[in-house]
């Protein structure tokens, strides 16, 4: 599976540091972590859980012209997020 997908992202040190949320399907996921983070010479990956607790594997491509992020794999079957006080 590797959908195209719109993603807003924090921009620190560089453009499109690190994603916050995400639309797909019409839905929006806020990020509440980023659990993993890693390079291959072709692109960058963050393993994200949203804050209803699922998690997604984000891939991001530079080089792209368009749908630079996309998603790479998901697991639905966790639990929401807890917020703290």
């Known amino acids: 599976m590797s959908l195209p997908i719109y993603v807003d992202s924090y921009s620190g040190y560089k453009a499109n540091d690190r994603p916050i949320r995400f639309h797909l399907d019409d839905e929006t996921y806020e990020i509440a972590s980023i659990e ?45 997020v807890q917020a703290s006080n």
């Open 36 to 80: 993993d983070r890693w390079q291959d010479p072709n692109a960058e990956y963050f393993k994200v859980r949203t804050v209803d607790g699922k998690l997604y594997l984000l891939r991001y491509d530079e080089r792209r012209t368009s749908g630079r992020y996309r998603v790479a794999s998901m697991e639905t079957n966790c639990s929401p």
